[in-house]
């Protein structure tokens, strides 16, 4: 029953479309049209003549790519100086902008370091400066600095209780913007009076700005309150350092003072621009799909949830496919995208994406030329090397010929090791950009 070699081969060329729809060099490109004195995004006019030299600043596993689209796009015109984190191993050649390297998704001293350089640049900006801040996904880990009163480690062990919980990346971005200086609309307050441009690469379901990231240039709709609601809804007061609780409770009852809000003139100078998204990764999978002979369509670009949950939709969808030829009939590649969480409760080895093609396993046992991929489009899923892990009808069969047990896996969240085990990891290596999760649904 395991698809012959050219059925899982098909997810290459739709995989590789995808990807490079939102490489982020091109992104920032097609995003920032040339004119004679600088460029322009969406009819928003930058003069480089109105300024004295460009600050390029940022965090994420892609900002270096887009750092460097800035250079080449301003290079020789005017003086450049920046400072970019990125992921250890996320690293990319620039000319002036120096590129720093940190952990994620827990932070490390490295970062705390490298956003402290970037908070040195912007303390010496002028009303004469252009700031430039590139944002991608992991910028919420790789641009930290505590607030007042939290250490690092307060701050790593708060991340990892977040992390296990279950709490989406809004919610976990809740507290973080809450326990940091440059977080939550902190960044734009350290570049006033300069005026500030952010290109955001989205790695957030729905792109709610103030959550990508945690927003570090834009207002924040969240409060203190919202904060110590996560804390209740998971469980989290007691797994969290004592100084992370007593600030959450205190901004929650008004003795400190909130992120800036909407309308907050900090912002007056400000324009942020959404470069790339998960829909336009799906849509031009999709293309790709349609070119390869598939029918194709986006299901949904707004997958969230439990992984092994998830999982029982998505199987459900090639389920309908086979019994029905609903929503398309064969050959199909149906497309989602999104992010999910996982509640870890073994001290297994894998990721969201592992975790949710495992799941899903058991829904398609037995099922003809039927094939569900799982892919983080960063490729790196959780703290392995692979970006996710694909499945079939025949995938649990072959698992008990390896004397594999796929429901003992999942309840150890060791979904790496299975698929390891059985070679059904997907490999990318570090793909330079990260806006969320791909699905990719064959129906051969």
Not at 69 to 80: D, K, T
Not at 167 to 191: M, S
Not at 330 to 343: D, L, N, Q, S
Not at 416 to 435: E, K, S
Request: contains cysteine; glycine residues 10%.
């Amino acid at each position: 029953m395991r698809p012959p070699p050219a059925n899982i081969r098909a997810l290459e060329p739709i995989l590789a479309a995808a990807l490079a729809a939102v490489e982020p060099t091109q992104a920032v490109r097609r995003a920032l049209v040339p004119t004679p004195d600088g460029f322009s995004t969406q009819n928003v006019e930058y003069r480089l003549s109105d300024h004295r030299r460009v600050l390029v600043v940022g965090a994420g596993k892609a900002s270096a790519p887009m750092a460097a689209a800035v250079e080449q796009l301003i290079s020789g015109r005017i003086p450049v100086e920046g400072s970019v984190t990125v992921r250890y191993g996320y690293a990319a050649p620039t000319q002036a902008v120096r590129i720093r390297e940190a952990s994620h998704p827990v932070p490390d001293a490295a970062g705390v370091e490298a956003t402290q350089a970037i908070v040195e640049l912007l303390e010496n900006s002028t009303g004469d400066d252009l700031v430039v801040c590139v944002i991608s996904g992991g910028g919420s880990a790789l641009l930290t600095l505590p607030a007042d009163g939290i250490t690092l480690e307060d701050l790593q062990r708060t991340t990892d209780a977040l992390l296990r919980s279950g709490a989406t990346i809004n919610e976990i971005n809740v507290v973080r913007k809450h326990l940091d200086v440059v977080k939550g609309g902190g960044l734009a307050r350290l570049a006033t009076p300069a005026r500030l441009l952010t290109l955001v690469l989205s790695d957030v379901v729905g792109n709610p700005l103030d959550a990508i990231a945690s927003g570090p240039t834009v207002p924040d709709t969240s409060t203190f309150a919202d904060a110590a609601r996560v804390f209740d809804r998971f469980g989290l007061w007691a797994s969290v350092p004592d100084a992370i609780a007593s600030r959450v409770r205190d901004g929650a009852a008004g003795r400190l003072p909130d992120t800036p809000k909407p309308g907050d003139p900090l912002f007056a100078h400000s324009q942020t621009v959404v470069v790339g998204s998960n829909l336009l990764a799906c849509e031009a999978a999709t293309r790709a799909a349609s070119d390869a002979g598939f029918n194709s369509l986006v299901l949904t670009t707004f997958v969230e949830g439990e992984a092994r949950e998830a999982a029982r939709v998505l199987a459900g969808v090639l389920r309908e496919v086979d019994a029905s030829g609903h929503p398309l009939a064969r050959p199909a590649c149906i497309v989602a995208g999104g992010e999910t969480t996982v509640t870890i409760r073994g001290e297994g080895r894998g990721g969201r994406n592992q975790e949710l093609a495992l799941a899903a396993a058991f829904s398609l046992r037995g099922m003809e030329r039927v094939l569900l991929a799982s892919i983080g489009t960063d490729g790196s899923d959780g703290p392995t090397d692979a970006a996710g892990a694909w499945v079939d009808g025949s995938t649990l069969e072959r698992a008990a010929a390896a004397r594999l047990d796929p429901a003992a896996s999942l309840a150890a969240n060791d979904s790496y090791t299975f698929f390891d085990t059985l070679g059904d990891l997907i490999r990318t290596g570090p793909t330079q950009t990260n806006v969320n999760d791909i699905y990719l649904l064959f129906a051969f």
